[in-house]
């Protein structure tokens, strides 16, 4: 285990509009902000979801994908630049109509509407994962 204390050094409001990739929102700000590392929460609507989930004994991730209309009732992440551009690391809890509820990494989802709150940190690694550990049948 490791813990640390992190500066915050900037937050940020990020409106996710209809036609936008959620994860691709959340990276964009990071570029276009200078944001090295951070953590984000958000809520909105998808009209899809590609989310993945891990499978402990064969240590893949596999995709499954949801064409319809989602509330995102709940996404966490963090950001890095494993490879020198920001990559999101989401985790979603969505909802169907029905309330049902779907969960799992978010890789795409086509937004709707949405709101994400992006804490900045003036430290560059707390979140060390690399984009090629979340690949689906890695």
Known sequence: MDARELAVSAEYLVAVE???DWRGAV?????AEGV????FTGTGVVRDADLW???????????V?????LTVAACVGGVSRPDGD???????VLSRPSGQALGGYLNA?????GRIHLR???DDAPFTMTTETFRPGS
């Open 86 to 92: 920001p990559f999101a690391r989401a985790h979603a």
């Open 120 to 122: 900045a940190f003036a």
């Open 27 to 31: 990276e964009g700000a990071a570029a």
């Open 109 to 113: 989802a086509t937004a709707v509407e």
């Open 36 to 39: 090295a590392s951070a953590w």
């Open 18 to 20: 209809d036609g936008d």
């Open 53 to 63: 989930w891990y499978d402990p004994e064969t240590g893949d991730h596999r995709s």
């Open 65 to 69: 994908r949801f064409d319809e209309p």
